[in-house]
């Protein structure tokens, strides 16, 4: 399973926007970029995920670099409810068993 | 959307005795679940891939005999964790999805402390 790389933790403060990145120089063709957050003693949420454009969707928007080695989730407008950890993940839709592999995942602190 | 619900939310048990955890798919059916635990301020490892009428598949260095997976019903998958010790506390979470859907959804997890 191709690996994920992202930073352990970051700031932000609120109302301001986001950009937690994301490296997977490892990707393949079939892999999709899945992004979901976690909050304390909950299970991971999703959040967007993307194959080669960028989306945008009510929660965040993802960028993805052209040649998807890397990935940028973007929060627009943080708000103390986003203070979670969120993971980067790939996972490969023709292996027909799509497990996640978590990695480290990036602790995101938002201020007030 | 979606929901997956995992019961109970929170467990206490004896050590030596065996616990029971169950994730359920509230209104899709899923032929594949799998089962995550995690310890505290550590990312979730995946335990087992559950699959609907056959044998659970489990990751390397998972025991089977003490983490007994049964997935009898499209909707439902249980986790049994057998003669349980305080090692074994920690938070457990499940997730299902479809093959031709590219979200996966999760529990909202059980957490399991053993006295």
């Known amino acids: 399973d191709a690996k994920t790389t992202q930073p352990n933790s970051m700031e932000s403060n609120e109302e301001e926007p986001v950009h937690l990145p994301c490296n997977h120089s490892t990707i393949s063709g079939t892999d999709y970029i899945h992004w979901y957050r976690q909050l304390p003693s909950q299970g991971p949420e999703y959040v967007i995920h993307?194959?080669?454009s960028n989306v945008n969707n009510r929660m965040a928007s993802l960028a993805i670099a052209e040649d998807r080695k890397s990935s940028t989730l973007i929060l627009h407008r943080a708000t103390l409810r986003d203070a979670a950890v969120y993971y980067c993940?790939?996972?490969?839709?023709?292996?027909?068993?799509?497990?996640?592999?978590f990695g480290t995942g990036t602790r995101l602190k938002v201020l007030a | 959307g979606a929901v997956v619900s995992q019961h109970p939310s929170r467990v206490i048990c004896k050590s030596g005795t065996s616990v029971k955890i169950e994730c359920r798919s509230l209104d899709f059916q899923a032929t594949t679940m799998f089962w995550y635990r995690q310890f505290p301020k550590q990312s979730l490892m995946l335990m087992a891939t559950s699959n609907e009428g056959s044998k659970a598949t489990y990751e390397q260095g998972v025991e089977k005999d003490k983490f007994l997976i049964n997935h009898a019903s499209l909707t439902l998958s249980t986790l049994t964790v057998t003669s349980a010790h305080p090692e074994d506390s920690s938070f457990y979470i499940c997730?299902?999805?479809?093959?031709?859907?590219?979200?996966?959804?999760f529990g909202q997890g059980t957490r399991l402390t053993v006295v």
């Open positions: 997730s299902a999805g479809q093959p031709m859907n590219t979200e996966a959804f």
């Open positions: 993307g194959l080669t």
């Open positions: 993940i790939l996972r490969d839709e023709t292996s027909g068993t799509y497990k996640y592999i």
